[in-house]
């Protein structure tokens, strides 16, 4: 059964940078969509950023595109998501979640991006920007 271990994540400044990363267990990142949701006190479960395992292709929520950077290393199954220049309204707890993409097209269409879409969850780790 696959399983989501996460590290990083923090306190930070604004303008500050955090790396997260998610190690997978009992599987592969191969056939794979993994990435990170966030969740602020209050608001629904929101996508940040996404990559297949598969092919690299990516997705990143609109608000915070140019300042996060998702990749993977299939070798190690870990996903990594590099935050730089951190905004206040960034503060909340980062989830890694995955699920399977044998078809390689979950990210392929310009779909809206559901946190029920995916099977697979990591604990959870606070992101709090501020200064």
């Known amino acids: 059964q696959l399983q989501l271990v996460e590290s990083g994540g923090g306190l930070a400044q604004p303008g500050g940078s955090l790396p997260l990363s998610c190690k997978t267990s009992g599987g592969t990142l191969d056939y794979k969509v993994i990435g990170w949701f966030r969740q602020a006190p209050g608001k629904d479960r929101e996508a940040v950023s996404l990559i297949s395992g598969a092919n690299g292709r990516t997705y990143y929520a609109d608000t915070v595109k140019g300042r996060f950077t998702i990749t993977r290393t299939n070798a190690v199954n870990t996903a990594f998501l590099q935050m730089n220049n951190l905004k206040p309204e960034d503060t909340g707890v980062y989830y890694c979640?995955?699920?399977?993409?044998?078809?390689?097209?979950?990210?392929?269409?310009?779909?809206?991006?559901?946190?029920?879409?995916?099977?697979?969850w990591g604990q959870g780790t606070q992101v709090t920007v501020s200064s």
């Open positions: 979640a995955a699920r399977s993409d044998y078809a390689r097209t979950y990210l392929e269409s310009n779909r809206q991006i559901k946190s029920t879409d995916f099977d697979t």
